[in-house]
């Protein structure tokens, strides 16, 4: 194995590590508000290295599946359960709020796996 290859899963695997970690050891009444919204963050870039990962191992060999669609794909999926815990978090997490939430991510995956990012560069 690579240094690369190495260096990539020993990352996936403290990203994976530091959740569990910073949720068993801190105390979110005593921390400021930017790291409150710490777990939230890393369980949108773990969710979105596993999707990521999962993409690009069953998708091997397949032309139409760019570097650029698996990251929003994998971005999409990583949205959805962050958006849904932000909104129960707030209470606002009603049916109507859920229907508003897909409605939003089905309109904006449509929307960036239509895009041709090749062309903005």
Known sequence: MSAKVIRRR?????????L???????????LPLPLVTLPLILTFLIIF???????????????????????VISGICALFPVLLVMLA???QFTTKDVILTVGLMLCMSWYLLKVDFSKYR
């Open 10 to 18: 020993l990352l996936i695997v403290l990203l994976y590590i530091s």
């Open 20 to 30: 569990p970690l910073i949720l068993a050891l801190t105390n979110p009444q005593k």
């Open 49 to 71: 290295s596993g999707v990521y990962f999962l993409i690009g191992k069953y998708t091997q060999g397949r032309p139409n599946i760019t570097k650029t669609r698996r990251s």
């Open 89 to 91: 978090s707030i209470n």
